[in-house]
């Protein structure tokens, strides 16, 4: 019991944090970090063997250096099969598989899954929102699955 328990936590929790693939500066800064864009890996916590890269700006400078910059909305995704597809369990239609903060209270980057049944293909989206105002800049990508293993759709 204990052990499936801890098994459990650790599938819920490996897209909680992404894996850091690189980055190149984009701006010298005197002082602080550099201005940089930063590629990330982020594995489907429901869907073994997708994993999504994400590439984003990350502000620089002292207030980059303290957290206090906000990260510009900008931010890239491609998705591909990097394994065997297994789906844990039946998938919503729409869920939002992680989110990061990207300024120090108010703006995050999120990513959304979406099951395109009829086309049995996994569709992610990253975009960042705002509390007061959100940032229609998005991007997308798609994974098509193979049509011998339907994806299972929570009704």
Do not use: W
Not at 70 to 92: F, K, M, N, Y
Request: charged residues 25%; proline residues 5%.
């Amino acid at each position: 019991m204990k052990r499936s328990l801890a098994l459990a936590l650790l599938a819920a929790s490996s897209f909680v944090h992404a894996e850091s693939i690189g980055e190149v500066d984009t701006v010298f800064k005197f002082i602080g970090p550099d201005h940089k864009i930063v590629i990330d890996a982020h594995d489907d916590p429901k869907v073994a063997g997708i994993t999504c890269y994400v590439s984003r700006a990350k502000m620089g400078g002292i207030k980059g250096a303290l957290g206090l910059a906000e990260d510009r909305s900008e931010a890239s995704i491609a998705c591909r099969q990097v394994g065997p597809i297994t789906i844990s369990g039946p998938l919503p239609v729409q869920e939002e598989v992680f989110s990061e903060r990207i300024s120090l209270v108010f703006k995050k980057l999120r990513i959304v899954r979406m099951v395109d049944a009829k086309r049995n293909t996994l569709v992610y989206l990253t975009y960042s929102d705002r509390v007061i105002e959100g940032s229609p800049q998005n991007s997308v990508t798609a994974v098509a699955v193979d049509r011998a293993r339907p994806i299972p759709v929570k009704k």
